[in-house]
């Protein structure tokens, strides 16, 4: 059990143990807690990377999990400065770190009211030796029947013990 669920548990025993428990503090207790969520929900990182059918993944299904594990921890890291982000390859951190201050918010349409509008697709995947890899990404979306990519790139992908690491392929 993790300790948020333990401190819920207490302040919600701690409630109805304390207090003239009615239906009046059960509404309060959800109204929180839906405000909290639509609060998380609003504040939300960049969804997962998609991956089209035709793209062709590594034949190791062990590595490709991690390859796409490593590349959404990545993504969902953008948008904090790159010093900071683990699934950055420090030998090449000024010219990722262009490219993710490039990529930060990619996901937001230009019009305010449509916030997450582009989906980040993995578009290809070329293998250059047994360690490493060249992926491309892009930024699409569909507006009615008109499909848009917004910025398309490749980042060079090297596998490391536990994940892959990610940089602009110098």
Do not use: W
Request: aromatic content about 12%.
């Amino acid at each position: 059990m993790g300790s948020a669920s333990i401190s819920v548990g207490i302040f919600l025993n701690y409630y109805v143990v304390s207090l003239n428990f009615s239906f009046y503090h059960v509404k309060k207790i959800i109204t929180i807690l839906a405000g909290i969520l639509i609060f998380a929900a609003s504040h939300a990182q960049p969804g997962p990377v998609i991956i089209p059918q035709y793209v062709k993944q590594p034949a190791d299904s062990v590595q490709t999990k991690k390859l796409i594990s490593s590349l959404n921890g990545f993504l969902q890291q953008s948008i904090n400065p790159t010093n900071g982000n683990t699934f950055a390859l420090k030998d090449y951190l000024p010219e990722t770190a262009a490219l993710v201050a490039e990529i930060r918010g990619m996901e937001n349409a230009k019009n305010p009211d449509r916030k997450v509008f582009y989906k980040c697709y993995l578009t290809n995947i070329m293998p250059l030796d047994s360690t490493s890899y060249i992926i491309q990404l892009a930024f699409m979306a569909v507006d009615g029947a008109i499909p848009i990519t917004r910025i398309s790139f490749k980042l060079l992908a090297r596998r490391t013990a536990d994940r892959y690491l990610f940089s602009i392929r110098p």
